[in-house]
């Protein structure tokens, strides 16, 4: 039986797999790409039974394909912290751990799974995910100092920075391709100590993207919310995602949001609730057609630009 890995292209996904496979090493199929191709398991072939391991992408958006992969035969095993939808598949060959609580993420889950085995890979995942208070609660509860922790959150900003982009060739890596150099590490401080060339390149072309979105022009700003608008450049849709959070942690009170113009003419829209409210992102991407996410952070694939003032508006009033 071929077994398929699939995983969101983020610092959340790639985290989840490498302790997976940590655990149970295996050659397996991968099936991953920016983070926002999030509807992935319709790439996993659903002739033939297969172990289907999908991670950090929400069930709702991917809920035919795994109906489909489970009448095919397929064993699925689902871990995810996104909204899944009303219900689950009630196919005995489907295991779950699902929970949208906002202060957890798919490798937290996949930590508590492996009872804390590769506990590091799990810090390093909430760090990208931006959940700063539970992971740097979780390394002093681990015995970490404040320089390690430090380096597990520069580690996991850039992990998931390198996921943000309209397609794979925006990134400095293929989602996969990281997964594989950084699945050779047991523990994330070995492989920021040992300098790999896959980290050095992945962190200084965060700091360059970085140094230019913190300059980005403010499209809108209200007592409750701040817009800023990127260009249609390469660097701009890298930087978007890891933008919207160092925004929002600079800014706790307010819900921030990303617009970064698509060739089209539509728009690309990150989403932070605020981060003494971490509720509300996925309600207002979903107010729009391509729109989704979670609680606390969520996107629109395409903004028209037609409904731009409208999702400003909604911004500026949402959290009033």
Request: glycine fraction near 8%; aromatic fraction near 8%; hydrophobic fraction near 40%.
């Amino acid at each position: 039986m071929q077994t398929y890995d699939v995983f969101n292209g983020d610092a959340d996904g790639i985290c989840a797999l490498i302790q997976l496979r940590l655990a149970k090493p295996a050659e397996t199929h991968l099936v991953t790409g920016v983070k926002r191709d999030i509807a992935l398991a319709k790439r996993v072939p659903a002739g033939e039974p297969a172990q289907v391991n999908i991670l950090d992408v929400s069930l709702e958006k991917n809920r035919d394909a795994v109906d489909q992969l489970l009448a095919g035969g397929s064993q699925v095993f689902y871990v995810d912290h996104h909204f899944p939808g009303e219900t689950l598949p009630g196919d005995p060959r489907f295991t779950a751990l699902i929970d949208t609580q906002p202060t957890t993420c798919t490798s937290l889950l996949v930590d508590k799974h492996l009872q804390g085995r590769f506990h590091n890979w799990a810090i390093t995942a909430a760090f990208g995910d931006n959940l700063n208070a539970v992971a740097e609660d979780l390394a002093a509860s681990a015995g970490l100092v404040p320089e390690q922790a430090e380096a597990l959150k520069t580690l996991g900003v850039c992990i998931n920075y390198n996921g943000y982009g309209a397609t794979v060739e925006d990134l400095h890596f293929h989602p996969a391709d990281l997964y594989r150099e950084f699945v050779k590490f047991d523990d994330p401080l070995a492989l920021i100590a040992s300098e790999p060339e896959a980290w050095t390149r992945l962190r200084d072309g965060y700091e360059a993207d970085m140094a230019q979105g913190l300059a980005a022009p403010v499209l809108a700003e209200s007592g409750t919310s701040l817009i800023v608008k990127l260009p249609d450049e390469p660097w701009a849709r890298r930087v978007s995602g890891v933008l919207g959070n160092e925004l929002a942690n600079r800014n706790p009170e307010k819900a921030c949001g990303i617009v970064t113009e698509k060739a089209d003419g539509t728009y690309l829209v990150s989403i932070r609730a605020p981060l003494n409210n971490r509720t509300g992102a996925d309600e207002v991407a979903r107010q729009f057609p391509t729109g989704g996410g979670r609680k606390a952070a969520a996107g629109i694939n395409e903004l028209p630009a037609d409904q731009l003032n409208e999702f400003l508006n909604v911004m500026a009033k949402f959290w009033s």
